[in-house]
């Protein structure tokens, strides 16, 4: 990549347009190159500093030493940062962050080039693979990139196959067993959260059915529903019919006294018992059994707190279940219909 000052080249020399260089960068191959301190110091207060310490050279020009990296990331470094940020999208700054993305990030880190630091950052982010994700993951500790920290570590999990079979993770078995602590500590993390996720998902799914169970049952009896099946006209017509099923079973059983019960009808009862909590209807609730289990509610000293909690995530599944499927305002549609109009 060629340094953006068109009428300097590599040994200084400038026509009448450009003000003559008054820096030379030197690299870790002792290469120079010629640069203005004016757009040096303006673009990082690293540089700015380096800049003014006392001259180690007597000539008119200053010296300042980037080293630890190839002499083309240097030069792609000082091309960014007398572009503008722009830069970055045209062809040869996208062609300068796939060649020295990670020295250019190691760089505008340690010179306090904010903006490049991003650039650079989603520029290796965007090239990882599982063969370098242990090096990346260095190299986003050491630089304070905590995007690509988090964007290897998901890659770490997702194709841990691979990544141990990188030499990257073998020199760091050897050498660095912390950094590979943290990583499999990080995956049974991940792992975790999965598996939480899962249970709390399904808790959610078993809220709503016995909050659709409840309404059925109030539909049921309050209602006499008996359009349910595929050419039916009841909303949940499955949890209907199955409920209308266990009613009648319930009702015709012998063995509810029996030692043990009908598991059937026990489960109708417990459906029952939990409707009786939420029921919001008078002395009179159609509903079997459900009077009963409100006066034995009011009889008891202390109801049991799992029944509570039940009946609290119930009721909230069913008030987040009917806000998702609320209307939206009418004045809305009208607006829509208006503005297609006014096209």
């Not at 996208?94 to 950052?121: F, I, N, P, Q, T």
């Not at 190299?139 to 990544?163: I, S, T």
């Not at 009889?299 to 509570?308: A, I, L, S």
């Amino acid at each position: 990549m060629r340094l953006v000052i068109d009428n300097v080249d590599d040994h200084g020399a400038y026509n009448n347009a450009t003000p003559p260089t008054d820096v030379y960068v030197i690299t870790s191959d002792g290469r120079s190159i010629p640069a203005h301190s004016c757009v040096l110091g303006s673009a990082s207060r690293v540089l700015e500093r380096m800049l003014d310490r006392p001259r180690r050279s007597r000539g008119p020009e200053r010296e300042i030493h980037i080293l630890g990296v190839p002499y083309g990331a240097v030069l792609a470094f000082l091309h960014f940062l007398y572009s503008s940020k722009t830069a970055v999208s045209t062809r040869d700054g996208e062609e300068a962050m796939a060649e020295h993305g990670v020295h250019l990030l190691a760089l505008s880190h340690a010179h306090r080039v904010g903006w490049l630091k991003d650039a650079s950052e989603a520029a290796v982010a965007a090239r990882l693979t599982a063969e370098r994700v242990v090096d990346a993951i260095k190299l986003a500790k050491l630089c304070d990139a905590p995007r690509l920290y988090q964007k290897c570590m998901r890659l770490a999990v997702k194709d841990f196959a691979a990544v141990r079979e990188s030499e990257g993770w073998r020199f760091l078995r050897r050498h660095d067993p912390a950094l590979e602590l943290e990583i499999l500590q990080f995956m049974e993390e991940v792992d975790q959260r999965k598996k939480r996720w899962k249970r709390e998902r399904g808790a959610q799914e078993a809220y709503q059915q016995l909050s659709q169970a409840m309404d059925c049952l109030d539909h049921i009896f309050t209602q006499t529903c008996t359009q349910v099946g595929p050419s039916g006209t009841c909303t949940n017509s499955r949890t209907c019919q199955g409920l209308q099923l266990l009613t009648r079973h319930f009702a015709t059983c012998n063995k509810k006294g029996a030692s043990g019960g009908c598991p059937h009808c026990n489960q109708m009862a417990q459906l029952i018992r939990l409707y009786s909590f939420m029921c919001d209807h008078s002395e009179s609730c159609k509903v079997p059994l459900c009077n009963q289990f409100k006066m034995e509610i009011r009889t008891e000293e202390k109801v049991d707190r799992t029944w509570r909690l039940l009946v609290k995530k119930v009721i909230t599944a069913k008030v987040m279940s009917s806000l998702a499927k609320r209307k939206r305002p009418e004045y809305t549609a009208k607006l829509r219909s208006s503005y297609r109009r006014t096209r």
